[in-house]
Nanobody, 118 residues
Framework: VQLQASGGGLVQAGGSLRLSCAAS????????MGWYRQAPGKERDLVAL???????DYADPVKGRFTISRDNAKKTMYLQMNSLKPEDTAVYYC?????????????WGQGTLVTVSS
């Protein structure tokens, strides 16, 4: 099983980016998915979660600016980031709980760098 994150890049403050995270492998089902971020010298923090019923939770700093969504048929999650600020600069990691025929684990993607210039 693999999680592949993509979509990061350099953007000016006020701009937008869309991150994607695709799960692949011998997957029976995908449960909770989410995005975390880690800025230089800081701990990894929760950004947003999306549950199997499409319920969502957001960290306070991104509420109203970021939108998390998922396409279960494609086993893919998205993070639409609008009104980006320099403090959103971080490596963004995707996360998912995945059930296979033999296991049920939490997996992490490799991270994608988002840089917001002022």
């Amino acid at each position: 099983v693999q999680l592949q994150a993509s979509g990061g890049g350099l953007v000016q403050a006020g701009g937008s980016l869309r991150l994607s995270c695709a799960a692949s492998g011998s997957i029976v089902s995908v449960g909770t998915m989410g995005w975390y971020r880690q800025a230089p010298g800081k701990e990894r923090d929760l950004v947003a979660l999306i549950y199997i019923d499409d319920g969502t939770d957001y960290a306070d700093p991104v509420k109203g600016r970021f939108t998390i969504s998922r396409d279960n048929a494609k086993k893919t999650m998205y993070l639409q980031m609008n009104s980006l600020k320099p403090e959103d600069t971080a490596v963004y990691y995707c996360y998912a709980t995945i059930k296979t025929t033999t296991s049920h684990y939490a997996y992490w993607g490799q991270g994608t760098l988002v840089t917001v210039s002022s």
